[in-house]
């Protein structure tokens, strides 16, 4: 029996197969990527007795892939957060946990399905996720103190941010290889504790590049939204995502948008619904071609240059 791990590169993903390989220990082969590169499904040779976990990735932008795994004889565990498309895979190989409700996250549900077995990874994701009120509740919920909270909060940040980049080269960490180096803890606090080196290249990578990210230059500005670009460079992309979060927390009233400029031309565009109104991220990327994600956060993967005028206009009135 083949066993394949596929799941997102980012805080989300990563943490929540932490759980799962945790609880259910076996040599699987890993496929991932950077966070935006969702297509994983895809990667799984079709050798007809696979079982496949597959984790933070949408089902819409997997189906055909799933349905080729699930003909060929495969079994498919579906965990996910995202849109999953109009119906669900009904072939009997199929199982999955898949809630979109814009409070949740893969981690969160494995955490539920394991019964709270690992639960601080879950709440570790959920910062990642930059569901921050959900994670601080739970965190105080599970008896964390203050300190604890703010250096699960740290460390989840810092995977997610670990997860951005046109290619894994723009990465400090292959996400494969960051999950290598975290599963050997059951406990995120006692990798904390324990400073390994992989942790503290994350940490020191996102505290230079989150510093060069804050400074970057406006494009618009109203009432219900905040638009900043940034630069065709690595550490841009690397940063792109959690600057979104970041700018969201500090503007909870405002949908928040970075435009990163790519090598073509184009841009690469990352969107946060208002912290106070949670929804429509998604409906606003998929108004564009490559354009995806959920209701609080999504993005559009090439925005062409003369489209940038129309995106800045749909999202200066989107929340209006």
Known sequence: MAYF????????????????RLAKPVESTLITGVKRDIALAKRVPLSGMAR???????????????????????????????FPGESLPTAPGFTSLIDTHPTTCTSLLIDEHLGGRFHNWAITAAFGDNLNAVAE????????????????????????Y?????????????????????????DPLELIASQ?????????????????????????????????????????????????????????????GIVT????????????????????ADELARKFPTGGGRKAAAGINELPAEHLETFLSVMANFWN
């Open 5 to 20: 791990d596929v799941f997102n590169g980012d805080a989300d993903g990563i943490c929540a197969l932490i759980q799962w």
């Open 52 to 82: 496949v976990n597959i984790f933070d990735i949408s089902l819409d932008k997997n189906r055909e892939a799933v349905d080729a795994l699930l003909d060929a004889g495969g079994s498919v565990f579906y965990v996910d957060h995202h």
């Open 137 to 160: 509740g739970l965190a105080e919920g599970a008896g964390l103190s203050v300190e604890q909270t703010e250096s699960l909060k740290t460390l989840g940040v810092c995977i997610n």
């Open 162 to 186: 670990n997860g951005y980049g046109n290619t894994v080269d723009d990465l400090h960490f292959h996400p494969a290889d960051l999950y290598r180096e975290f599963v050997k803890f059951s």
């Open 196 to 256: 390994p080196p992989a942790w503290q290249k994350l940490r020191d990578g996102y505290k230079a590049d989150m510093a060069s990210g804050l400074a970057a230059p406006v494009l618009t500005e109203n009432n219900s939204s905040l638009v900043v670009k940034l630069p065709d460079e690595p550490w841009a992309r690397r940063v792109s995502g959690v600057l979104g979060n970041e700018l969201a927390n500090r503007n909870p009233d405002k949908a928040c």
């Open 261 to 280: 400029e790519s090598a073509n031309g184009g841009y690469l565009v990352s969107i946060r619904a208002p912290l106070n109104n949670r929804t429509g």
